[in-house]
């Protein structure tokens, strides 16, 4: 394993712990840890910001990215806006209802 994937494997652990958290704070909203991986994810990370990205960055399936973007679509926390230079990208952009969601859980997340 490279320094990398590595460092990619220690930073998605330390997200699954916040994403545990935010799931079982905030689960009157019907969201899925992967969602919240996601949602998470994109906030820190803008410039990385399409499914195929997210599958390695998460290293989660394809399917799993596709399921968790369409219902985090449906729910309205992101937004897909096609490539100005290619067509056939996607970028995956949070929506304002996404970060009043994040401020409101890292708000309540106690100090540790």
């Known amino acids: 394993m490279t320094n990398v994937e590595?460092?990619?494997?220690?930073?998605?652990?330390?997200r699954r712990a916040y994403g545990k958290y935010l799931y079982t704070s905030m689960n009157a909203n019907n969201f899925s840890p992967s969602e919240?991986?996601?949602l998470i994810f994109l906030s820190n990370n803008?410039?990385?910001n399409t499914?195929?990205?997210?599958?390695?960055?998460?290293a989660v399936s394809k399917s799993l990215i596709a399921r968790s973007v369409d219902a985090l679509i449906q729910k309205g926390m992101l937004k897909m806006e096609e490539?100005?230079?290619d067509h056939r990208l996607q970028h995956l952009k949070?929506?304002?209802?996404?970060l009043v969601f994040l401020t409101a859980a890292v708000t309540a997340m106690p100090v540790i």
């Open 6 to 14: 590595s460092m990619l494997k220690q930073f998605a652990s330390i």
């Open 94 to 98: 949070i929506t304002g209802m996404a």
């Open 46 to 48: 803008p410039s990385i």
């Open 51 to 58: 499914s195929k990205e997210l599958v390695v960055c998460l």
């Open 83 to 85: 490539d100005k230079n």
């Open 36 to 38: 919240i991986d996601i």
